[in-house]
């Protein structure tokens, strides 16, 4: 029997995940929000977005940045998007970082990085991950009639009203710091 879980994300939404190791779960971005705000020195968030993305668009202010993917600033013509690396230091970064036994919610722009990236950790040996199912902007509303069709309006840290900043915290990511 498969071990599969379906999370509820909002009205009638659902996302179905297969064979999920007893070490990883999954919240929302409320859940997130809460769990961290109830126990802040233990549970920790890991935001794996790419450096432009944290910088740019904004991040929870108590995330800490380690990419799971780099951009290289090349287009793929066959996914239409821009081309992205394995961050070859993920997992050595996380470890510097946090133990194996924290309890780590790990957030992408919508859910599927982040996935990957409790995968990662899981199989690195941890054993408390949360992949945060609607990252910090959510999914794109897909009704026609409304005048947000096609953005990333619903659910996520964002659109939940979770605290969030453009202000960068050095010590919260892994960019080194720029020599003159």
């Given amino acids: 029997m498969n071990n599969s879980n379906i999370?509820?994300?909002g009205r009638g939404q659902c996302r179905i995940y297969f064979n999920i190791p007893k070490n990883i779960f999954c919240c929302d971005a409320e859940e997130a929000y809460k769990m961290w705000?109830?126990?802040?020195v233990q549970v920790h968030i890991l935001d794996v977005r790419?450096?432009?993305?944290?910088?740019?668009?904004?991040?929870?202010?108590?995330a800490r940045n380690i990419p799971l993917l780099f951009v290289k600033h090349e287009w793929n013509a066959e996914t239409n998007q821009l081309a992205v690396e394995s961050n070859p230091d993920f997992i050595t970064e996380?470890?510097?970082?946090?133990k194996p036994t924290d309890t780590i919610l790990v957030m992408c722009r919508s859910g599927d990085r982040s996935a990957m990236a409790v995968n990662a950790l899981a199989k690195a040996g941890f054993v408390n991950v949360y992949n945060i199912i609607d990252g910090m902007e959510g999914d794109?509303?897909?009704d026609?009639?409304?005048k947000h069709y096609g953005k990333r309006m619903k659910n996520g840290w964002k659109n939940f009203g979770s605290p969030w900043t453009?202000?960068?915290?050095?010590q919260q990511t892994c960019l080194s710091s720029a020599k003159r």
């Fill in 37 to 40: 705000k109830t126990s802040p």
């Fill in 7 to 9: 999370i509820r994300i």
């Fill in 166 to 170: 453009y202000d960068v915290n050095p």
């Fill in 140 to 142: 794109m509303v897909d």
């Fill in 94 to 98: 996380v470890r510097r970082q946090f």
């Fill in 50 to 62: 790419t450096p432009e993305e944290y910088v740019f668009v904004g991040h929870a202010e108590m």
């Fill in 144 to 146: 026609p009639t409304s």
